[in-house]
């Protein structure tokens, strides 16, 4: 019987071969993670964010708390396959303003359409980015 891998983790796996074939020379292609992307570049969701959601697009229109539950809400019901955009997500949530609780029955009202396993991966993503926001306040 054969395990289906992550299709994230296999488009990552995809990316390094295409990278290592491409540049032999360099190293480090096998350690990459999303983490370490994040790590390297950390502003980089929050300027992709601004850009495509912030005031550049439609001013008048949702605020940016609004926007980022409802893209949590399209992330859960999309099944939980999208690890790094769900923490990003959370993380531009509270950052414009979304309480614990907002974000908490946000993934719970999607447990109707994705289905509870989607609704649970996405609330323990959700916890985690919670926890360390906490932590990083104290």
Known sequence: MS?????FEAMIAQYREMAKSMSPGLE?????TPQG?????PTMPKDMMDLFFGNMLNRDGLDAKTRMLLTLAALTVLGGQADAQVRVTVRHAVEAGARKQEIVETIGQMSMFAGIPAMTRVM????????????SET
């Open 3 to 7: 395990v289906e891998k992550n299709p």
């Open 28 to 32: 480090g292609f096998e350690s990459f």
């Open 37 to 41: 992307f994040e790590k390297l570049w």
């Open 124 to 135: 323990h993503i959700a916890q985690e980015v919670l926890a360390e926001n906490e932590e």
